[in-house]
Nanobody
Framework: QVQLVESGGGLVQPGGSLRLSCAAS????????IGWFRQAPGKEREGVSY????????YYAYSVKGRFTISRDSAKNTVYLRMNSLKTEDTAVYYC???????????????WGQGTQVTVFS
């Protein structure tokens, strides 16, 4: 069993930055790929980024590539998503989740956090 808690969401103007955190607890939390997903009102859930258990493999959706950076602090069992140059279309609830393999397929994710709201307004 893995528990995930997201934090760091908030209100920001276009062009601004936020850093989301995903704190994982559980005996095997550090052996999982951690992915970030987001869902805006009326839209389907979108895979944003993932980082493998070792941190050697990362993936970014085209919509965020070059603006978002995912990283992992194994000592703290925490994964971060640094979001720069935010746009209004980045507004969504952001969720982190665990997977046993490096994938962006949501079907591959077992445990999910409760989400954190990111609102980019002009």
């Amino acid at each position: 069993q893995v528990q995930l808690v997201e934090s760091g969401g908030g209100l920001v103007q276009p062009g601004g930055s936020l850093r989301l955190s995903c704190a994982a607890s559980g005996s095997t939390a550090d052996s999982y790929t951690i992915g970030w997903f987001r869902q805006a009102p009326g839209k389907e859930r979108e895979g944003v980024s993932y980082i493998s258990s070792s941190g050697s493999a990362t993936y970014y959706a085209y919509s965020v590539k070059g603006r978002f950076t995912i990283s992992r602090d194994s000592a703290k069992n925490t994964v971060y998503l640094r979001m720069n140059s935010l746009k209004t279309e980045d507004t969504a609830v952001y969720y982190c989740a665990t997977a046993r393999t490096a994938t962006m397929d949501p079907e591959g994710y077992d445990y999910w956090g409760q989400g954190t709201q990111v609102t980019v307004f002009s």
